[in-house]
């Protein structure tokens, strides 16, 4: 499981990890609505979010892909592949 806070203080995201429901989740800090939930895409654990919380990035613990998504409603943004580890 991975959980993430954005810098603004203003939302909130977390996965469930491997076991959950394939979905991340983002949320309003302030009034605990769901914002966003997107397909973890087998991530499973690395979550973060931009510095204005508009933005989730999602990340395969030791993998070589980000998913990057809009925090409002989860339009998935991009996808990209590096050749390290993500960590």
């Known amino acids: 499981a991975g959980v993430a806070l954005s810098r603004d203080g203003g939302r909130v995201a977390a996965v469930a990890g491997p ?3 394939d979905r991340a989740t983002v949320w309003d800090a302030a ?3 769901e914002l ?3 397909p973890q895409g ?3 654990g690395v979550v973060a979010l ?3 919380g508009k933005l989730l990035a999602l990340a395969a ?3 070589a892909e980000v998913l990057v998504y809009a925090t409002d409603g ?3 943004r991009f996808a ?3 050749a390290g580890p993500v960590n």
Do not use: I, L, W
């Open 19 to 21: 076991r959950g429901d």
């Open 31 to 33: 009034t605990g609505n």
């Open 36 to 38: 966003a939930r997107v």
């Open 42 to 44: 087998g991530a499973g």
């Open 50 to 52: 931009s510095p204005d």
């Open 61 to 63: 613990a030791g993998g």
């Open 74 to 76: 989860g339009a998935r």
């Open 80 to 82: 990209f592949r590096h």
